[in-house]
């Protein structure tokens, strides 16, 4: 692949994350909580793939930044990336599984 498709690549996605996160936010907003994983929204994020996680962990480092819980992108990372990476006694705390994917994140080099 040339480096004018991987860049034009990575434009294209920078543009399309924010509009499908604020789209599934919408759904979630129209949603209850057990099905927001199935939202038409989620699951293009998902189906993006490798290439969307680093635009995830950013999310989640800004949602860190800001001091507010992160948004719940744990169930894509999981699907996209086949890890977990959380410990099991920080399950529930939204910071700390955040924390969790952003280390694993810089030491799998999508940071």
Known sequence: M????????????????PNLLSQWKKEVNTSTRGIIYGLPAYK???????EVV???????KKALREKRDPDLLFVALIKITK????KPHHIGNMKEMARSWIEWGEAKGYL
């Open 44 to 50: 293009k994020i998902i189906n993006t793939g490798v």
């Open 54 to 60: 680093a635009y995830i962990l950013n999310e989640f």
């Open 83 to 86: 890890e977990q990476p959380v």
């Open 2 to 17: 040339s480096n004018n498709r991987v860049a034009g690549h990575d434009l294209s996605l920078r543009k399309k994350f």
